[in-house]
Every structure is written in structure tokens, then in C-alpha cells.
T-cell receptor
Framework: RKEVEQDPGPFNVPEGATVAFNCTYSNSASQSFFWYRQDCRKEPKLLMSVYSSGNEDGRFTAQLNRASQYISLLIRDSKLSDSATYLCVVDGAGSYQLTFGKGTKLSVIP | EPEVTQTPSHQVTQMGQEVILRCVPISNHLYFYWYRQILGQKVEFLVSFYNNEISEKSEIFDDQFSVERPDGSNFTLKIRSTKLEDSAMYFC?????????????FGPGTRLLVL
């Protein structure tokens, strides 16, 4: 059974803080990795793809460690609008389906 | 910005009734998906669809479920005889090319409540 595991949180952080989320996946053949964010009762929205070399998009940095089957997301200078659930998502290695983690809930507090 | 749309946004039905959930994928996308999310649980894959046929389905997608692309724009999920445990948010998604190489974009979902 292919799984994606995340710390459920919640993470409660003050504005301006740096917060890191971790994720592990079980399918060593997976090729594509993503972070999605999901606001309460809304659809998942792509935050960023995760590449082997690591990638950065503004305040967000994603890292992938294939050997450890580990993915991370770092958010710097947290904003109130960053409050959401962050979903670690992995492809099925030649399968059409995406496998989602249960998500880590972030609350940024004024 | 093009987006996936879904109707209805909410549906309440009696156990045993049939429901049809509708989706309009992004117009140039070729791959379509249905996922569901039971309240408080993770998003789960149901089925993928390409070239007018099912590409893959999960163990959740049993004989009570079916999908169809009745015309050039709509993509539907039918649940033939709903059960209480079918209550969930159902998300449609589409992608331009096979996932793993391209992102899946999700619609806003249909919240289904089976009584």
C-alpha cells in the first residue's frame, strides 16, 4: 500500500516566523512530488512542485531527498494568509493517481 | 485563468438514490480525474479517464460508480445507489498531459450528503 505520511499538526506560529513541514513517502519509484495547500472546505491548490535539486518560490522552499524518501517545505516570514492545511502529494510511479498525505494544519497568529 | 468547474456545489440525497456529479475540465486538458475527501480525512483517488475510457481506478471505485464524458465539455461521476458512507466532498481534476509530468488542477468540489 502506497502511503504518504505527514505530521498532522496543528502548527501555531506567530506572524513572521519560519516553519517547516516534513513528509515521507513509501513508493520508492515515485517520480513527481508536490505541495498543495487546502483552505477549509475548499479544493487543493498547487503550491509548488518539488524537484530533486530543491526549489524556491518567494518565501517557500521545497526539498526532496530520494534516498530517505523525504520531502520538506519551508515557509519563511509567515503571513496570516498562509494559514491553511499543507498537503504532501506524490505520484504513483507510472500510475495516474496522486497519493495525498493527510495534511499539516498551519495557523499563523497575529 | 482557466479553471475546473463543478456542479452542484452541494447535494443532499436519500440512501439508495442515484446521483450525478458534473464537472467541466479545463478546455485543453486531456486527462480527467475524480477524487473524494471524507470529512476530516485525506483526499483519495477514485478514477482517471483519458480518450473516452477509464485509465485507472482505485478499490473505492466499485460497480456503483461510473464515469462518462457525454459531450465535448462535461465529465460526470454517477453513483448508482448511494450509501451513507458515500458522504464526502468529491473533487474533479484535469491535467494537460499524464500526471507525473504535469500538474492536476482541482475543481471546487461537490459536497454530497447521503441521509
Amino acid at each position: 500500500r502506497k502511503e504518504v505520511e505527514q505530521d498532522p499538526g496543528p502548527f501555531n506560529v506567530p506572524e513572521g516566523a519560519t516553519v517547516a513541514f516534513n513528509c515521507t513517502y513509501s513508493n520508492s519509484a515515485s517520480q513527481s512530488f508536490f505541495w498543495y495547500r487546502q483552505d477549509c472546505r475548499k479544493e487543493p491548490k498547487l503550491l509548488m512542485s518539488v524537484y530533486s535539486s530543491g526549489n524556491e518560490d518567494g518565501r517557500f522552499t521545497a526539498q526532496l531527498n530520494r534516498a530517505s524518501q523525504y520531502i520538506s517545505l519551508l515557509i519563511r516570514d509567515s503571513k496570516l494568509s498562509d494559514s491553511a492545511t499543507y498537503l504532501c502529494v506524490v505520484d504513483g510511479a507510472g500510475s495516474y493517481q496522486l497519493t495525498f498525505g493527510k495534511g499539516t494544519k498551519l495557523s499563523v497568529i497575529p | 485563468e482557466p479553471e475546473v468547474t463543478q456542479t452542484p456545489s452541494h447535494q443532499v440525497t436519500q440512501m439508495g438514490q442515484e446521483v450525478i456529479l458534473r464537472c467541466v475540465p479545463i478546455s485543453n486538458h486531456l486527462y480527467f480525474y475524480w477524487y473524494r475527501q471524507i470529512l476530516g480525512q485525506k483526499v483519495e483517488f477514485l478514477v482517471s479517464f483519458y480518450n473516452n475510457e477509464i485509465s485507472e481506478k482505485s478499490e473505492i471505485f466499485d460497480d456503483q460508480f461510473s464515469v462518462e464524458r457525454p459531450d465535448g465539455s462535461n465529465f460526470t461521476l454517477k453513483i448508482r445507489s448511494t450509501k451513507l458512507e458515500d458522504s464526502a466532498m468529491y473533487f474533479c481534476a484535469s491535467s494537460e498531459i499524464l500526471t507525473g509530468l504535469e500538474t492536476q488542477y482541482f475543481g471546487p468540489g461537490t459536497r454530497l450528503l447521503v441521509l
